[in-house]
């Protein structure tokens, strides 16, 4: 057991001043413009909660929100399920482990603006490789800026290249942490494949999947830069996520008032959601 | 249950072995006889695991069969070999009950549900973990894991073999004791045949029937704990087994005798003719202390209470002897006399003097 | 055991055809570029290149970058070392809340940062400074630190510090000769992972510097939009933010996967 010392406290002063100092100023700052009222000129009035029952009632609020758990729901699903496949299928010792592991965690250490900005030279119509082999080898129409659906289905193509090796990495921490006698037992158990998956290797990566989805929950949720600079939010307001409306309107039009009323709004569902799945995922453990 | 054979059998890790230095198993023949409790026992690195690997099917050895019963099943995966096999660490089914864990195997090849829960219970109550049947397997205690582990081997009615890898290595040492006395009663009980690999000759020496004693990936001798103890083959048996081991002394051999620096020693019967490195192997419990035999100076005593060993250097050979009574004290110059019946010669590492046929 | 390989080859194709095609415009001159579809470069330019490392806006994009990554890694590590100390060793009066807290941070949107920020450092005088952005960054990476420092930690069993105390060691002496020893792997670790996030990170480091401290990021998109559509120079740009980080990530390599589940497998 932990010992019980409030000294503690002393450790982790110097990460609670920090941090407090970013948070909880910047926080105070949010409170306090979302509930007033501006004209311009540095004069704030009151207002009450007024900014956030003209949030929750907007609609162009309830559009962006449920294109983000629409985005949100369909990365998680294709990114898990195509984790742990990939995850599965690596090689456990050999030279090429070094080789998979770094190339795959590449993509995750670019500048978020030069993911976009490379997808974006990537998927252009006549010059880039996608969009060249889409509209002239295979004859698919396919034009982001214009239609909508390629434009969803290019972000989410992004967010998919972009993470999906996080949830591949955390899952084959996993797997490899499996002695090999599990594996040995299971053949003379006399256990199919998909036994020694339900059985040994899920159970295994149940903890870091759990992290995963916790991690991409979040970072999906907050998504801002890849997708702004890929589609603008664009064509018209297709790929408008809540970040890219919440900074069209905070830093766009200067609605001080709506922007932090909404950015609450937003922190509040983040949180919510990050702690329904926390508690749902970790509640067999506890028994 | 089956008598099982090893073949010629040769294995080695590398793709293209050159020489014997290559290979983990270097060319073994044995038979297990259907029902026998047989210990493998060697040093860490000997090629036991390896063996058993094989045996149990994970690995394919380079070269040799492998029969159950004179049928050869060296092609055939380890599930359709039938044995069971108990690893050094516990492995059990985590989100599994115990009653799951039990009839996980015998699920998997279709049994149907009643024999199942027939089976269950009866080996479940043989481990006496009755009680626990309905617990998750993840919040046992190691021991109790590992015999859930040992149970799943047991439950099917139909096992070749049980092999066990070092199975007490992770269990306390107050508990080690009841498990082993367990399994050699389980042994008597169901009669199925057991290979128990160990490196501790303690644990070798009480389970099994039958020893069979590994170095280098060669068998050096199989026996009865007795005749391993009694008679060691090799000097590597002589000095593995046994506490302290064989001494082993630098020997010369001259006109069918066999001379310790230069003193004649009695052996246990005539050297059988030959040339190589030329060794006398006497155990420290036929040494005595005597008024005549090979001068020594007395280096070091352990008093273990009920006696104490003795350790002298004649020249710059070290001798140890297990005397009880009267001790010498260190410094002191004594001679040593070696029981002739007990003492060997041994050549190139092998036995080399014949046995004397009882009068 | 083919099928295997054949869905991580793959992937990884998919994930290295993007990035082939950067590094492919980068080379290629701009009339190529507008002039039609080529899979390699027809012919082989490096002017995008020299353009970056001769002009001082763009070069010290890099610098700057670079600059207040390490920054924040330094400080985010420092921080978060005895604070970790502190989760995994001590309880004290409403620990769990506070480490709760702490990963809460983790979960805002930097969007809702972005204008809050640059009016804190405006009034507090930094904006427009590496420190700046190092300290907004601390936002999410100290948290993130002191977390995988937890894990690491909470691996080394507690008889090390006992032991060591016996031994006479005063705690500062036992924390950096024997403790940061055992954790080196960890540091390695989180310092990687604040790398990573700070390096990555635009919005903030964005809204928190004009000139003297522009990140490379923000460099490409200013230059991408006021001097036209110059596509060979903004591959060539972003082409070159990958080499910090593939150097980096070479020497964790043999950490990643454990890394990555953050030490707790």
Redesign the interface.
């Known amino acids: ?12 002063l ?3 001043l ?2 407090a ?3 909880l ?3 105070m ?2 409170v306090n413009y979302s509930v007033q009222e501006t004209f311009g000129n540095n004069q704030f009035f009151w207002h009450g909660l007024g900014w956030f029952e003209q949030i929750l009632r907007s609609e162009r609020f309830h559009a962006a929100l449920g294109r983000q758990f629409l985005f949100t729901a369909m990365i998680l699903a294709i990114e898990v399920l ?1 984790g742990v ?2 995850a ?4 456990r010792k050999g030279f090429w482990v ?1 080789f ?15 993911v976009g ?3 974006n ?2 998927t252009l119509p ?5 969009g ?1 082999v889409m509209n ?1 080898t295979l004859g698919i129409p396919y034009n982001m800026t214009q239609d909508p659906l390629a434009a969803w289905i290019t972000v989410i193509v992004m967010d998919v ?1 972009h993470w ?3 949830v ?3 899952c ?3 797997l ?2 499996i ?1 090999d ?2 594996y ?2 299971a ?6 494949n998909w ?1 020694v998956f339900r ?2 290797q899920l ?1 295994k990566m149940k ?2 999947l759990t ?1 995963a989805v916790l991690l991409r929950f ?1 970072d999906s ?2 998504i ?2 890849e997708p702004f ?1 890929l589609t603008g939010g664009g064509p018209g307001n297709s790929t408008t996520l ?3 409306d ?2 069209k309107i ?2 766009g039009q200067f609605d ?1 008032g709506p ?1 932090a009323a909404m ?1 609450l709004i ?2 509040a569902i ?2 919510f959601v ?1 702690w329904l799945f926390y508690t749902l995922m970790t509640r067999h453990d506890v028994k | 249950m089956a008598k099982i054979t090893l073949d010629k059998l040769r294995h080695s890790y590398m793709p293209d072995p050159k020489g014997p230095q290559d290979y983990a198993i270097k060319e073994i023949n044995l038979d297990w006889q259907d029902g026998g409790a047989y210990a493998l026992l060697g040093p860490s690195g000997c090629g036991k695991s390896t063996l058993l ?1 094989i045996i ?1 099917g ?1 690995l394919q050895p380079s070269e040799g069969r492998i029969l159950f019963d004179g049928n050869d099943v060296s092609a055939l ?3 359709r070999r039938n ?3 108990v ?3 516990p ?1 059990i ?4 009950t115990v009653y799951d864990n039990l009839a ?2 015998l699920r ?2 279709g049994v149907d549900e009643a024999k199942v829960t027939a089976r269950v219970t009866e080996i479940a109550e043989m481990l006496e973990v009755t009680e626990m049947l309905r617990v998750r397997a993840a919040n046992l205690s190691p021991d109790n894991k590992q015999k859930i ?1 040992m149970g ?1 081997g047991l439950v099917r009615d139909d096992v070749n073999v049980i092999m066990f890898d070092e199975p007490l290595t992770v269990i306390d040492p107050h508990l080690k004791w009841k498990l082993r006395s367990k399994l050699k009663e389980l042994h008597q009980k169901v009669g199925v045949t057991m290979i128990y690999v160990t490196h501790d000759q303690t644990e070798a020496l009480t389970f099994a029937d039958q020893v069979v004693v590994m170095q280098d990936g060669e068998v050096v001798q199989i026996g009865t704990p007795v005749d391993l103890f009694e008679r060691p083959a090799h000097t590597f048996v002589g000095h593995f087994i046994g506490s302290p081991g064989m001494n082993v002394l630098p020997a010369e051999v001259k006109d069918g005798a066999a001379f310790f620096s230069g003193q004649r020693i009695a052996l246990e019967g005539a050297i059988i003719p030959g040339a190589g490195l030329h060794q006398i192997g006497v155990r420290p419990e036929f040494v005595s202390l005597a008024a005549t035999g090979v001068p020594a100076t007395v280096r070091k005593i352990m008093d273990l209470g009920r006696h104490a060993v003795v350790e002298a250097l004649a020249g710059e050979t070290r001798i140890n002897a297990i005397v009880e009574g009267t001790l010498p004290g260190p410094g002191e110059a004594v001679h040593l006399s070696f029981r002739p019946d007990q003492t060997r010669l041994y050549r190139d590492g092998w036995i080399a003097s014949e046995k004397e046929r009882a009068a | 055991m083919k ?3 054949i ?2 080859i793959a ?2 194709a ?9 590094v492919a ?1 980068s080379f290629k001159t701009t009339q190529e ?2 002039g ?2 080529s ?1 390699f470069p027809q012919v082989w330019t490096l002017e995008s290149y020299r353009t970056i490392f001769t002009d001082p806006t763009w070069y010290w994009g890099y610098v700057n970058s670079i600059l207040y990554v390490t920054i924040n890694t330094v ?1 985010s590590v420092a ?2 070392l ?2 970790a ?9 409403g ?1 769990k809340h ?1 480490f709760f807290w ?1 990963l ?14 640059f ?2 450092y405006s009034a507090i005088g930094l904006f427009d400074t590496h420190i700046a952005v190092a ?2 960054h ?2 999410f990476n ?2 993130l630190a ?1 977390w995988i420092l937890e894990g690491f930690m909470g691996g080394v069993p507690k008889e090390l510090d006992e032991t060591a105390f016996v031994d006479g060691y005063s705690f500062p002496r036992f924390f950096t000769q024997v403790f940061l020893p055992t954790i080196k792997a960890g540091v390695g670790v989180a310092a990687f992972f604040c790398f ?1 996030f700070s ?5 903030l480091a964005k809204t928190l510097t004009a000139v003297y401290a522009k990140p ?3 460099t ?2 200013r230059t ?1 939009s006021s001097a036209g559509y110059e ?1 060979g120079l ?2 060539a740009a ?1 082409t070159l ?2 080499i910090p ?2 150097i ?3 020497f964790v ?2 950490y ?3 890394g ?3 030490g ?2």
């Open positions: 057991m932990r010992k019980v010392n409030q000294k503690g406290w002393l450790f982790v110097p990460v609670l920090l941090v100092f970013n948070a100023v910047p926080m700052t949010v195509l496949i990939i599965l299928s690596m090689p070094p998979c592991l770094v190339t795959m965690a590449l993509p995750m250490l670019i500048p978020w603006n030069v900005a490379m997808w030279i990537f006549d010059i880039g490789l996608l060249y002239h290249w999906t090796s996080l591949v990495l955390l084959y921490a996993g490899v942490s002695p006698a599990y040995q037992a053949k003379i158990d006399g256990a199919s036994s059985f040994i159970p903890q870091v992290i979040m949720f907050n801002y830069t600079v809540l970040s890219i919440l900074v905070a830093l001080l922007a950015s937003y922190f983040t949180l990050s | 690997n149990s994970l995966p380890p599930d044995i069971a096999q690893f050094q660490f492995v089914y985590d989100t599994m996980f195997p998997n090849r582990s799943r | 099928k295997r390989s869905v991580v992937y990884i998919f994930l290295l055809l993007p990035i082939y095609w950067l415009m570029i507008l039609g579809f899979l400080i921080v978060a005895p604070a100390y502190a989760f995994s060793r001590y309880r004290f009066l620990d506070l702490l809460t941070n983790r979960m805002a949107p930097a969007a809702v940062f972005a204008l809050p920020f009016q804190l300290l907004a601390c936002l100290i948290p002191v990573m390096w990555v990170e635009l919005l490379i990021a923000a490409m998109t991408a596509l903004l591959a972003g933010t990958i980080g593939a980096v990530i070479w390599r043999n990643i996967a454990k990555f589940a953050l707790r497998v």
